[in-house]
């Protein structure tokens, strides 16, 4: 059964990093585009950043520009989130997404079939 994990999250102080993983398995994440998403409460669901199967990265939302870096290791199967210089405002469950596309759709939501359980990051002093 195909299967998305992300793990990483945590607190974390403002300016601070963290790096998220989303690993699969039962599929190649190298075959499909992989999104990140995070929901902050009360709030909608956004796409942060997306990687194509050739490698090259998108930025949905202009917040986590110079900040975020989407990376792929294929041996190991596993897409991260580098988050450097975080804010309050990033705190959210966040959340890796497989699309059924090689380049990156859209941030809809809708445009990503497999989505993982979600990992909570928490910007806090």
């Known amino acids: 059964q195909l299967q998305l994990v992300e793990s990483g999250g945590g607190l974390v102080q403002p300016g601070g990093s963290l790096r998220l993983s989303c690993a699969a398995s039962?599929?190649?994440?190298?075959?499909?585009?992989i999104g990140w998403f995070r929901q902050a409460p009360g709030k909608e669901r956004e796409g942060i950043s997306c990687l194509s199967t050739s490698g090259t990265p998108t930025t949905y939302v202009d917040s986590v520009k110079g900040r975020f870096t989407i990376s792929r290791d294929n041996a190991k199967n596993t897409v991260y989130l580098q988050m450097n210089n975080v804010k309050s405002e990033d705190t959210a469950v966040y959340y890796c997404?497989?699309?059924?596309?090689?380049?990156?759709?859209?941030?809809?939501?809708?445009?990503?079939?497999?989505w993982g359980q979600g990992t909570q990051v928490t910007v806090s002093s």
């Open positions: 039962a599929f190649t994440l190298n075959n499909q585009a």
């Open positions: 997404a497989a699309s059924s596309y090689f380049y990156c759709p859209g941030s809809d939501s809708k445009n990503f079939a497999y």
